[in-house]
């Protein structure tokens, strides 16, 4: 199937709408509501839209709406198993259309463990799905690594995606997260994935940035500076240059696109990545002037591409 791929598609199952509300998440995120979704409308958005494949995906707030208690792992493990089913189901009786970035139970470990494995060998999945923090622990918690190691050893894919931050009720001003908050997360959690070494130590790993890569864009190059003050240096520009609309990329975290409708954001993009990875120091005469930089190249829409399974 020709056409674009959208690696940031969600779907709504009528059981996972009813345990959202259940939990007391009928306005995830200070939304108005849950969406209405069914394929057959999914398809009508991708026909009008040129999309020739979408991968699917649960949104924010995930499937572990509670704590952290066994029964909330529990309730957690059974939502993750119905939409992966019934997300698998769409898949195989649309065969080309969809694919499946299936959603994991964290924070607990070991029902994300036999979930991705299931997810993987069972279900065929394409992709993991992964919110950008779990009850405030962000992906680089000491405990998840495992979860990280495991999808290291399977070269997974991981489509990344928002959520609330810790105190977004103190930061949103009633606003729904979505609006900025979850830009912010997005730039929180994969800055401190490079800034702690975790891209480095699960090298396999793909990462699918949402939104453009957010604010990462704007603040690629601060990020790098600071990094050479406190140490260890990171090269910021430099990983969100492995951007690519291939499936599935070859390294590192690339940009999707969806929701990004600012002019800028393109450009910004292209502008973080094009220039020099990290700050050089060099010795300047008193009464010199730098070069004015050279011009920014002109952000060009990329070409269809296919969904090619890992």
């Known amino acids: ?44 958005v991708m026909g009008r839209a040129g999309i020739g494949t979408a991968v699917l995906s649960v949104s924010s707030p995930g499937v572990h709406l509670g704590n952290d208690s066994l029964a909330e792992s529990r309730a957690a493990r059974d939502l993750a198993r119905h939409v992966n089913d ?50 405030g622990r962000y992906l680089t918690d000491p405990a998840f690594a495992p979860v990280l190691a495991d999808m290291d050893a399977r070269a997974a894919v991981v489509t990344l995606h928002p959520t609330s931050p810790p105190g977004a009720e103190r930061t949103t001003f009633g606003r729904p997260a979505p609006m900025i908050e ?27 940035v949402p939104h453009a890569g957010a604010v990462l864009p704007v603040l ?39 929701c990004s409708r600012s002019p800028g954001q393109g450009g910004c993009c292209t502008a973080a990545i094009s220039r020099s990875p990290l700050p050089q120091r060099s010795p300047k005469r008193a009464g ?21 399974r890992p």
């Not at 060998?121 to 993991?128: F, K, N, P, S, T």
């Not at 929180?188 to 699918?208: E, K």
């Not at 010199?288 to 090619?308: C, D, N, Q, W």
Request: aromatic share 8%; charged share 20%; hydrophobic share 40%.
């Open 288 to 308: 010199t002037r730098s070069a004015p930089p050279a011009p920014l190249p002109t952000p060009r829409r990329p070409a269809p591409v296919k969904l090619k």
């Open 220 to 258: 690629a190059h601060r990020v790098a500076a600071m990094s050479m003050v406190t140490g260890p240096p990171v090269d910021m520009p430099g990983i969100l240059a492995g951007c690519t609309t291939t499936w599935p990329a070859r390294r590192y975290q690339w940009r999707s696109t969806p």
């Open 86 to 135: 019934a997300g698998a189901k769409i898949v195989a009786s649309h065969p080309g259309r969809f694919g499946l970035s299936a959603v994991l139970p964290l924070p607990d470990v070991d029902g994300s463990l036999a979930e991705l494995s299931r997810a993987y060998d069972e279900l065929g999945a394409d992709a993991i799905a992964l919110e950008t923090n779990y009850h």
């Open 1 to 44: 199937m020709t056409g674009w791929l959208d690696a940031h598609a969600h779907y709504v199952t009528e059981h996972y709408a009813k345990e959202c509300r259940a939990a007391g998440h009928a306005h995830p995120d200070g939304m108005p509501g849950l969406p209405d979704w069914s394929v057959a409308a999914a398809l009508d």
């Open 182 to 208: 979850f830009l912010f997360d997005t730039t929180r959690c994969v800055a401190d994935l490079a800034l702690s070494g975790t891209l480095a130590r699960y090298p396999q790993i793909r990462w699918i």
